[in-house]
């Protein structure tokens, strides 16, 4: 019985396995490289999101804030719908 990992054959410059993919020294290192690459890019993104300055604190309202309540602001909702479009 082959055992299908001993079975290989190497040309002069690429690996061939019983399927018949061929892997090259040259596929592999670029292989390699482009995650480096990657790997490189996303700790250098991480590091530059993280030195940003905060946000600067939001102007005051133009306009006096105060507290809704839900359940009268729905009935005047409803009722102004069914008054002008929901006929």
Known sequence: M???LVNKTMDKHSL???DG???SR???L????L???GGLA?????VAASQKSA???APPLPWKWIELDPMEAGTLAYESYLKKHGG
């Open 2 to 4: 082959k055992n299908h």
């Open 16 to 18: 061939t396995n019983t």
């Open 21 to 23: 993919v061929k892997h």
């Open 26 to 28: 040259r596929k592999i």
């Open 30 to 33: 670029k292989g390699a490289g």
């Open 35 to 37: 995650v480096i690459i």
């Open 42 to 46: 996303g700790q250098v993104s991480r």
């Open 55 to 57: 946000a600067p604190p």
